[in-house]
Every structure is written in C-alpha cells, then in structure tokens.
C-alpha cells in the first residue's frame, strides 16, 4: 500500500526554491537557467537553479514494502504530481545553505539511493547480482545527496589524480544529532569536503551539518568540526575507507593527501558539479542512461 506524507517545506522563503519539470519536459535550447552568486565563494563561480513556479511543499509517496526489490519512494509536488528530487529539489538556499536529501538514514544500514535511471529518479535499494544490497554495519551520519549536482564521468579531476566522476549526484555525510528520514530534506551548511576514491571514480563526500542542529551556529568550518565534534572527520573517511573489506574487496582511497578539504573547497565541489548538472540537463553533455524527467 502506498503511503504518502509531508517531508519538507522548500521553497517557500528563498529565491532559489524552485521546482523546474515542465521545463526539462520542454523543448531543451529553451530551459531557463538562472545565475546566481554566493557570496562565500572566493573563485567567483555561478550556481545554476531553474525559473519556475515556486512550490511551498514536497511530499513523498512511498511505494511497495520497505527492504524489497519494488520499494520506491517517490517525490511529489504540491499538486501530487511526480517530481524528481535530483532534479526538481533546487540546490542552493542562499546564504550557504543548501539542501539535502537524506537516502540512508545514520545508524541503519540498507543502502538506499536514488535511481538515476528511472523515471522520477525514486529512492530505492541498491542491489547487486540479485539481492538487495546492505552496508556491512550501520552508517553513523545521516547520508544522501546534494540536488542538482553531478560527477562527470567525462571530466577528469588534475586536483585528484585525474580521477573521473562516478556519474552520480554528489554525496553528503551530514554530521548532525537527529536521525533523519528516507527522503526528508534537510537544510545543511557544507564544512569540509572528503575526496574519495572508488575503483578509479571520484566520489566526493561532502561533510555539512543540518541547521536545525543544536550546534550547527558553533560549526562553520573544517577546524570547527573537529573542536567540536572530536574525531568525526576520521572516523567518516575510516567509514568509506573500509566498508568494503568485509566483502574481499580493496579499500577505498582518498586524494588531496589523504586530508579533509575546508569549506571553500567544499563549495568549490559543489559549484562545479552543479555546473555538470546544468550541461546535463540542457542536453549539453550526453546522458547514457541516465534519466532527465
């Protein structure tokens, strides 16, 4: 049985929120991009967001029976109507804040992720040679993506040992006390990026924080995250390192020495893989299989 409910309010109180399907369905040259500038980026580079109706709600439709091959949970607009929430949910909030969505809620460990080939882009569980697909233990964090983003399997990176992108939306460890949901949205503020390496792809981890945390206002960069949250930093790229093993396969590794990047280099992630999502989304870049609706 399908199950629906309000998991966010986007849009309601910012520029940025817009939900943009009717343009994606339109004619591609014709998709309106808006610029918009951060002001906490030093290297001067653009967010891209969609011009459309504003949307004050995002409900999720939760679709067959949770840790089964058909569980889906999908994304609705105000109206009902299906929405992708790697495409639809706008990125940037203004300010530094943006949002998240949260797949894999922390202390579970089904590997839930959204299905970039399926219409919509639903949350689903991941599965491998016929079986569903879980982590060998519990994630600590709450663990989602970042709308509107992109790692380019095309573009490779000269910072990170010419590693391509893994095709997928940028990931987000959000290090904060509550557990979230599948699906919620939360608003979170970037701290530090993690540039792993995963079979040759590069799959960045972006550490943030959700505002609605009790410390979230004490947090506000990479220095702070270890002040105030002793030991997190390591123990996520402990996490990513080694979660593999158990299954005979290699560790992963990681690029810019092994270390944490600071904020400024988290936005720098974050501005760029949103460009690659623009070039996607206007047909500038070919898709494969990936799904644009």
Not at 130 to 155: A, C, F, H, M, V
Request: glycine fraction near 6%; hydrophobic fraction near 35%; aromatic fraction near 10%.
């Amino acid at each position: 049985m399908a199950a629906t409910r309000v998991i966010a309010s986007v849009g309601n109180a910012v520029s940025g929120g817009f939900l943009c399907r009717g343009q994606f369905r339109a004619a591609p040259q014709s998709l309106n991009l808006t610029f918009r500038n951060s002001r906490l980026l030093t290297h001067k580079r653009r967010l891209f967001t969609c011009n459309a109706i504003q949307t004050p709600q995002v409900q999720i439709n939760e679709e067959g029976k949770p840790e089964s091959f058909d569980y889906r949970v999908f994304f609705l607009d105000n109206s009902g109507k299906k929405i992708s929430p790697w495409h639809d949910i706008p990125l940037h909030l203004g300010d530094g804040v943006f949002n998240f969505i949260v797949e894999i809620p922390k202390e579970s460990s089904a590997k839930m992720e959204v299905a970039t080939d399926e219409v919509y882009t639903p949350i689903k569980q991941d599965t491998k040679k016929g079986k569903l697909r879980y982590y060998p233990y519990n994630i600590n964090w709450n663990y989602g993506l970042l709308p509107q983003t992109w790692e380019d399997p095309s573009l490779a990176n000269a910072e990170v040992e010419g590693a391509f992108g893994d095709n997928d939306p940028v990931d987000v460890v959000e290090i904060g006390d509550s557990q979230g949901k599948i699906g919620q949205v939360m608003k979170v503020k970037p701290l530090a990026a993690l540039a792993m390496i995963d079979e040759g792809e590069l799959d960045w981890k972006i550490v943030a924080i959700s505002l609605d945390d009790p410390r979230a206002s004490l947090v506000n960069d990479v220095d702070d995250v270890e002040k105030h949250f002793p030991g997190t930093l390591t123990a996520i790229r402990d996490w990513f390192r080694d979660y593999k093993i158990p299954d005979g396969k290699p560790a992963n590794r990681f690029g810019l020495d092994n270390k944490p990047a600071n904020k400024d280099y988290a936005l720098k992630v974050i501005t760029e893989t949103n460009e690659s999502w623009a070039k996607l989304v206007k047909r500038s870049i070919p898709s494969g299989e990936l799904s644009l609706v």
